[in-house]
């Protein structure tokens, strides 16, 4: 056993830190560190840039255009990605599309398709949740009905991140009704979103921002050889993706940034007459804070190492789900404490870009309260972290 | 990185913790436990035997062991057999500082399991302060002359050899002054008031007249040696806490799925399986933190490294004060009413599992420990 990083895993680091510091735009940084609206562009920048090195795809095998790095390697990459202020890459093509295609997807599917994800090309939407199928997803109503070499579909979508920026969007539907269990009928789809029949309606979420949306869809013509995997066993290409959503979930490299921030932020703010990092209450809530990190560290590390090269973590990516986004709130909740009550106003102009106001308070604290209710969602999405707890019961403990 | 265990170290775990399933049943430890002697003379000869003594002690000094990794693999073996034979007050607190001047000859025997040792070093009022030391010795003509109070020592009555914390110089807690003895417990200046501790283990109060003692290193410098000895404890008793959690943590979930209530098996109500995967999970932490404070408890350059070290050291008591207490008593409640029974198994590794948190320093101690040291580190 050995937890220090080798010669080859520290150089890599540096390769990678430096390639960020050249390459990766001050204007994106600047936007990233404000939490200001990233738009199509923004992300279009970062990924092309990202295609430069052939880093986009850290999950795909090598053959694939895939980087082929060790479980170690990618913890580097998304600590680097987090320290550098770069913004997120948009996971639903490179991160959920791509490895499905791989294992299930027809030769043209993966001739048309996955280079597409690499260059940036396709902007890939995942049209999973419906109104009735939150955690229950398998209750979809969504159906495809056949009509000559095309599906019919019919139905909506809802959660459906940045559909706004996506010109395609992978989609779970019901092809058999009388199937005898919820989890048998469904297909997975690959559906043009420039098609007619499709409407994207924007869901402001509770801090007033578009980031979600609702896609209704009606009479929507997909070719059958959109279909990926047999007719009717989508629900197991759905599982295969769930998990690879699940991959990085932790946020390890994105927590331990944000816990500089707060350190930084604690440092600035002052409690009677001091830093409120020297204040005992609030200095011991970060400790707290920051060894439960050092564990989620070691524990992600752990887990993906475990899997083996290439492959990944069964139902041990629930736990590292469930912890992540516990810590991470955990973090945005004593950022938002950290400012006191500097949290409370709300300027939605300042996160354009350019904004150049004053702020009443410190510019730090304009964000925080509406990360912090933002961050809400993460233990709600990808399966809610009850549904998680239901996973690891099964699986896991044997219940 | 690497988290795979060599295949010295694998075998080694392997045999600890088959021995221990196979050897070391419940009963036969309650047994030892209330003997007279607290512990099982024979059964610290098989330890002795199958090498698990001499695994916490550096090839350096003759054992074949001794890191961060070998210290956390036997005690988590210890610690799910809530094993009552004195390592921790032999192998790790008492052998330390002979470690660390190069004592050969004390450590053969203690190897082999035949020479018993403690560490006496807390006195009343310190907590868990470690440079509060009011004991005083005194150099004369016929040698160091040691007077004072040492409390809770465990293994303190049973031990051949006491290694004693003394001043020298300076005042009750400064860090400066402190010297290490060696003392002879049957000589007339020492006197001893056992006791049996909650957990099945024993301790004694020791007093102190006039005894004399045998300097270990330069009498004013030990501070370093009683941090290094305590923290190669910090590690021992987190790792132990660790196997006892999983054991407590395994009893339950066996129990959960085999009491029924209902007409069903309590395990199928998901309040109670949503708790049990909380418990794993917290329980995963620890290991990751322990992980790391093995990974580091060797370092010996400047102040840097032992900021470093010191720091996952607090962060692993910490989390397993916390973890600890959670598990404790949630696989208690999870039991319900045959948890409160002397004969179930479940409440005495419940039992450990909380009193570690009062060794050593409780998981607030080490909270402020941690923030100290994160400060040095950064």
Known sequence: MDLSYTAEEQAFRDDVRDWLKECLSPRLVTKVRKAQRLTKADYDEWHSLLATREWMAWHWPTEHGGTGWTPVQKHIFEEEMAVAGAPRIVPFGVNMLGPVLIQYGTQAQKDTYLPRILSGEDWWAQGYSEPGAGSDLASLKTKAIWDGDHYIVNGQKTWTTLAHFANRMFCLVRTDPFAAKPQQGISFLLIDLDNPGIEIRPIYTLEGEHEVNEVFLTDVRVPVENLVGPENDGWTVAKYLLNYERTGIAGVGASKQALVELKRIAATERKDGRALAEDPLFAARMARLEIDLMGMEIFNLRVVAAAGEGKLPGAESSLLKIKGTQVRQEITDLMRRAVGPYAAPDLPEAFDEGWNGDAPGSDYALALARSYFNMRKTSIYGGSNEIQRNIVAKHLLGF | ?378
């Not at chain 2, 209902?262 to 708790?275: E, M």
């Open chain 2, 1 to 378: 990185m690497d988290f795979n265990l060599s295949e010295e170290r694998q075998m080694m775990k392997d045999t600890a913790e088959r021995f221990i399933r196979d050897q070391y049943p419940i009963e036969q430890r309650h047994e030892a436990s209330k003997s007279e002697l607290g512990f099982s003379r024979a059964m610290w000869r098989e330890f002795a035997d199958l090498g698990l003594i001499g695994a916490l002690i550096p090839p350096a000094v003759d054992g074949f062991g001794g890191t961060g990794e070998d210290i956390a693999l036997v005690f988590e073996a210890l610690g799910r057999g809530l094993v009552v034979e004195p390592f921790l007050a032999t192998g790790i607190l008492g052998a330390s500082s002979l470690i660390d001047i190069g004592d050969k000859a004390t450590l053969g025997a203690v190897i082999a399991g035949e020479c018993l040792l403690a560490l006496a070093h807390g006195e009343p009022g310190g907590r868990y302060e470690l440079s509060h030391v009011k004991t005083e010795a005194a150099q004369s003509d016929a040698g160091w002359k040691i007077t004072g109070l040492k409390s809770v020592v465990a293994n303190g009555c049973r031990a051949d050899s006491l290694i004693v914390s003394a001043r020298i110089a300076g005042e009750v807690d400064a860090e400066e002054g402190l010297a290490l003895f060696r003392v002879d417990p049957r000589q007339p200046g020492v006197a001893r008031r056992t006791y049996g501790t909650i957990d099945g283990g024993s301790a004694a109060e020791i007093t102190l007249d006039g005894a004399v003692g045998e300097p270990i290193g330069v009498p004013g410098e030990a501070y370093a040696m009683i941090e290094r000895a305590i923290g190669r404890g910090v590690l021992a008793v987190s790792a132990e806490a660790l196997g006892a959690m999983e054991v407590a943590k395994d009893l339950t979930l066996e129990y959960l799925k085999t009491r029924v209530q209902f007409g069903k098996p309590i395990g199928a109500n998901q309040v109670l399986q949503h708790r049990m995967v909380d418990m794993l999970i917290e329980i995963e932490q620890v290991r990751s933190c322990l992980m790391l404070a093995a990974s580091t408890l060797d370092l010996k350059g400047g102040e840097a490294d032992r900021a470093t070290r010191e720091r996952n050291l607090s962060a692993v008591k910490h989390l397993v004060g916390r973890v600890g207490r959670l598990v404790a008593e949630e696989t208690i409640q999870m039991h319900g009413g045959v948890a409160m029974t002397w004969e179930m198994a479940l409440p005495h590794y419940a039992k450990r599992i909380v009193m570690i948190d009062h060794q050593f320093g409780d998981t607030d101690h080490h909270l402020e420990r941690f923030i100290r040291f994160s400060r040095e580190v950064a």
